[in-house]
């Protein structure tokens, strides 16, 4: 049952990202169609495809992150016996995990310090903290699935698993 109710998670997360890139793709090329044939652009486009291009780069790490899909050097680690497999994608998931819940750290007071600054795109005067927010949770999710991730590697471990054991028959 856990399973499922991550898979839907990271679908409606995977979907979120898809919906922003299908947003700047629109966005970019209704704008240089205007652009070319017209000689008018849409009003901040250019600062709205870069916010919306963060937010769906934040909200897709989550995805990768937790699926362990991003750019990976398995060099030594195809060398490796299992067991020190294990503890590679632990430690790499850990480390993974530190490093993601600082920078959802420092995006949450980058998100603070937006609203606080109140900082505006040019052209229509659209509060930023509002797209910084968004992407913060997408960050936010990130760190929530490293979690996950993690302790299934742990339980999956057969380190784990003989020490499980260990633990329950020694009572």
């Known amino acids: 049952m856990e399973s499922s109710v991550i898979d ?5 997360i995977e979907l979120t990202a898809a919906g922003f890139l299908a947003a700047v793709t629109a966005l970019m090329f209704v704008s240089v169609f205007l652009r070319y044939l ?3 652009s849409i009003p901040d486009s250019y600062d709205l495809s ?7 780069i934040f909200w897709g790490m989550a995805g990768a992150g937790y699926r362990g899909e991003h750019i990976t050097v398995d060099l030594l680690w195809s060398v490796c016996a299992p067991r020190v497999q294990e503890a590679m994608d ?4 850990l480390v993974t995990l530190v490093a993601m819940a600082a920078f959802a750290w420092m995006m949450g007071n980058k998100v603070l310090g937006t609203l606080r600054d109140n900082v505006l795109t040019y052209d229509t005067q659209m509060p930023v903290w509002v797209f910084y927010a968004v992407a913060w949770v997408g960050l ?11 302790v299934r590697l742990v339980l999956r ?4 698993a003989r020490l499980s054991h260990h633990l329950t028959t020694a009572e």
Request: glycine content about 6%; overall charge positive.
């Open 157 to 160: 471990s057969d380190a784990f």
């Open 8 to 12: 839907r998670v990271i679908h409606g």
């Open 90 to 93: 632990l430690f790499a998931a």
């Open 38 to 40: 017209f000689a008018w």
């Open 50 to 56: 870069c916010l919306m291009l963060g937010i769906l």
């Open 140 to 150: 936010a999710a990130s760190v929530l699935l490293l979690v996950v991730r993690a």
